[in-house]
């Protein structure tokens, strides 16, 4: 175990996200449990850039799994929803589609400014990611794929993914398929979740979906996700899909759900799959129980408090 400071404070006081060999310094480890990252005075786009998308693109993480799951205890935002109503994965294309550095700037600064930025989709990426989603659909009981898609407006890469999906639908006949145009799948989140098991999306989709999909769960501090690289060619990432929370920075009341949940999917990812079960069951139980619930899910108990019940737990 080797701790790493890449971090928005050492952006502020260097220039720099991580060193300059700072993707060799953790290239040999076999895996990475990154904690949220974000600090007041540094845009998102610097912290996004300048560590999580090489790391993502350097170790060849093109999944990003996302669970999403409604636990007893904690009270859903939607009506009438209990456990079992909401219990789904997101998988998101994580490598390239629209968050592209392909583009540029022209005639900066004045009344003919033009700004364009491409998408990049090609059939070996969008390929292995369907097709991480539909092998991911064969362990679940519903065996269930959607495609977020939307290609009534985005007139060529938008086809295309449709297209792609249709031909990987044909190598899983026994699995049930659908597809939704982006706008009214974010909308069957909210009033049909139920609907749902594992939903592909591009890179921008699949991110829009894995932060409302938790939020639908009562809180996206409890939400986890991984960036996998299948292959295991390089090493995986897990971490939170929540932010730094600067607002509540120093109090000790964020909910380490989310960091936990990631620490137990990182455990299955090595093979170790009755540890991480036994933390998922602990989380249950403290949530089930209420034992220690932090402001964020209506309790009083510091960020200690919660991770000390779910260890006892254990």
């Excluded at 310094?25 to 600090?39: K, M, S, W």
């Excluded at 407006?153 to 398929?177: L, V």
């Excluded at 594992?198 to 939400?223: C, E, M, Q, W, Y």
Aim: overall charge negative; glycine content about 8%; proline content about 6%.
């Amino acid at each position: 175990w080797n701790e790493f400071d890449y971090s928005c404070e050492v952006y502020a006081k260097t220039g720099r996200m991580m060193p300059e060999d700072g993707l060799d310094q953790i290239r040999p480890h076999d895996a990475i449990f990154l904690g949220a990252v974000g600090f007041p005075g540094v845009a998102d786009h610097v912290s996004l850039w300048g560590l999580l998308i090489p790391i993502r693109r350097t170790f060849q993480q093109y999944v990003n799994l996302r669970p999403v799951r409604l636990f007893e205890g904690v009270p859903s935002p939607l009506a009438g929803r209990e456990p079992g109503d909401i219990d789904y994965y997101v998988v998101r294309e994580n490598n390239e589609g629209e968050y592209s550095n392909s583009g540029g700037r022209i005639y900066a600064d004045t009344e003919d400014e033009i700004v364009m930025q491409e998408t990049v989709f090609t059939r070996r990426g969008v390929d292995r990611i369907l097709k991480y989603a539909f092998e991911l659909a064969q362990t679940r009981e519903a065996k269930h794929v959607t495609s977020a898609t939307k290609s009534n407006g985005i007139s060529i890469t938008m086809p295309y993914w449709d297209e792609r999906f249709e031909a990987m639908k044909a190598q899983y006949p026994g699995t049930k398929t659908d597809q939704y145009h982006i706008d009214i799948l974010t909308a069957h989140f909210v009033r049909n979740p139920h609907w749902f098991d594992v939903v592909v999306g591009s890179n921008l989709f699949g991110d829009i979906l894995s932060d409302l999909g938790p939020a639908t769960t009562g809180t996206i501090a409890i939400a986890p996700s991984a960036n996998i690289n299948p292959e295991r060619d390089y090493p995986s990432m897990f971490e939170p899909v929540h932010g730094s929370a600067p607002d509540i920075a120093g109090q000790g009341i964020a909910n380490p759900i989310g960091q936990i949940w990631s620490g137990a999917m990182m455990l299955d990812h090595f093979g170790h799959a009755d540890a991480a079960a036994a933390i998922i069951t602990a989380i249950e139980t403290v949530l089930r129980e209420r034992i220690a619930m932090t402001p964020d899910m209506g309790g009083k108990a510091t960020t200690s408090d919660l991770g000390k019940a779910i260890a006892e737990a254990i």
